[in-house]
């Protein structure tokens, strides 16, 4: 079946401007996770969905970041104001439901660079 | 609170030798561990994991770790390399309580290169 697919899969932008990525889970899971991967380094924990709800929002760097999860399926996340710093691999992932023994399937990614 | 940390940011074996990727968790509580596989231009793929069941766990094509509470490790070996197992692996963690459930704490990683 179709696994969790990410767009743009390339986002280049300028500072200052706003973007939007998007993640499309597995059909039927209920939790939805974003990471952020730098260059060089792992993925990093920005936000938690269960259902529609943002469940965790602790790793979300400042309040330029924002994601949403209207319908309880897909998933934006928004950046505004975008730094250079902010250049990166975001990466989504979902899983049936929020365990720790539930595999997180992961998306590409969408590699964002900020000129 | 959970960290990784992978020694080695890059490990260069030949083709048909062991490989052996190291991990070193920290927790304060039992942790559930995990290795990733990435290779370019794909998402991350679980390769196995250990939820508290048997210490050594197979995953998928070949590899397996083995969880040692007393060295607070979960290597990842695979027998014998073959050059489609070049890729970056990332161990992970996550904890069943004072954190968000099924959040991933990640390591650095490690590219794996196979010579032929």
Known sequence: ?115 | AQSVTQLGSHVSVSEGALVLLRCNYSSSVPPYLFWYVQYPNQGLQLLLKYTSAATLVKGINGFEAEFKKSETSFHLTKPSAHMSDAAEYFCAVSVSRGSTLGRLYFGRGTQLTVWP
């Open chain 1, 1 to 115: 079946g179709a696994g969790v697919s990410q767009t743009p899969s390339n986002k280049v932008t300028e500072k200052g401007k706003y973007v939007e990525l998007r993640c499309d889970p597995i059909s039927g899971h209920t939790a939805l996770y974003w990471y952020r991967q730098s260059l060089g380094q792992g993925p990093e924990f920005l936000i938690y969905f269960q259902g529609t709800g943002a469940a965790d929002d602790s790793g979300l760097p400042n309040d330029r970041f924002f994601a949403v999860r209207p319908e309880g399926s897909v998933s934006t996340l928004k950046i505004q104001r975008t730094e250079r710093g902010d250049s990166a691999v975001y990466l989504c992932a979902s899983s049936l439901a929020p365990s720790v023994t539930d595999t997180q399937y992961f998306g590409p990614g969408t590699r964002l660079t900020v000129l």
